[in-house]
């Protein structure tokens, strides 16, 4: 039967690659000029750690690591913005978790969405992923234009697709 999986992954070298270039920028831009700001990618834990001095410096460092990344084809909606927080004297501190794999309520939005399409297929929960398995690939393609019509609150991907 055909078959192929839902994930919600993202590529952690073309993540680094944004973030990198993001770092660049903030250096160079002058209204950065003598600034202690700081951005760090932690790859194990998937954690971006912003440190700057203010509000608009922090903004401003969050629009350039956004925009890079949708200049590498990675999706924001993956950055789970969390809530700034005083760091040591004057410095605001910032995490931003990657959200990587698909959570049990996600998960279970989409398989609703599958089962009440109508659509002859099977879908099944394994651990941070979906698999979907139907007779015809017809009914698949149909599955994955359903779900890209309708927004989760993560990016997905359409992958392993065998007959």
């Known amino acids: 039967m055909p078959t192929f999986d839902i994930v919600s992954k993202i590529d952690s070298q073309t993540l680094d690659n944004a973030i990198n270039n993001a770092k660049k920028e903030i250096l160079n831009r002058y209204d950065f000029n003598g600034s202690k700001s700081t951005i760090e990618l932690d790859k194990k834990t998937n954690l971006i750690t912003i440190v700057t001095e203010d509000d608009m410096r922090l903004k401003a460092i969050q629009d350039s690591i956004i925009s890079r990344m949708m200049k590498q084809n990675l999706d924001p909606a993956c950055l789970d913005m969390g809530k700034e927080v ?78």
């Open 86 to 163: 005083y760091a040591s004297g004057n410095m605001i501190k910032k995490e931003i978790k990657i959200k990587e794999g698909i959570d049990k309520e996600t998960s279970k939005k989409i398989l609703k969405k599958i089962k009440d399409s109508g659509l002859k297929v099977q879908a099944s929960i394994m651990d941070d992923q979906l698999r979907v398995q139907g007779k015809k690939i017809d009914d698949l393609q149909a599955v994955i234009s359903l779900c890209r019509t309708d927004d989760f609150g993560q990016p997905l991907q359409y992958i392993n697709m065998r007959n």
